[in-house]
């Protein structure tokens, strides 16, 4: 009886094998896994490899070499309708990323003069990369800030 179940769990590897082959072929170089959303990583361990993509869906471990698959005619709708498969990486035990600034600052500023977020009741002070940046804020020095009631970014204070 034992001998039926371990040829079973045999002929689960061996057809199980060239569906994972095929998916690594398909992975951009230096892939290490798939996320969930259909991503790659190149993150070098499984932990917090996919975090923000739903989590691993397939890890290859050591980076792959592979070349990805040329596009056959049968595939390509397949492939239009996939989601992003840009390589990424991110860092173990860490948020996603925050949403990055707006390009310019605010017109204003100057010495002196820190940029308070009206939405948050948080100030940044100049050289912060939120400095002028934020939706909805405004230039005014920390004193008035303060006296506002606006709190420093992370509890530094500019002066």
Sequence with gaps: MKSYGLIAVLIAGLLAGPAV????ASAPPGSTGQCKDGTFTT??????????????????GAASTAAPAAAAPAAA??????PSTTPH???PNTKAPS????????PGGGPGMVWVNSSSKVYHCPGDKWYGKTKAGAYMSEADAKAKGFHAD??????
Excluded: M
Aim: proline share 7%; net charge positive.
């Design 89 to 91: 990486s991110t860092a």
């Design 21 to 24: 082959y095929a998916q690594q």
């Design 43 to 60: 993150h070098e361990t499984k932990k917090g490899a996919c975090s923000g993509h739903q989590g691993v869906k397939e890890w290859f």
């Design 77 to 82: 709708p397949a492939a239009a309708a996939a």
């Design 99 to 106: 949403p990055a600034p707006a390009t310019a600052a605010a």
């Design 154 to 159: 992370h509890g530094k204070a500019c002066s």
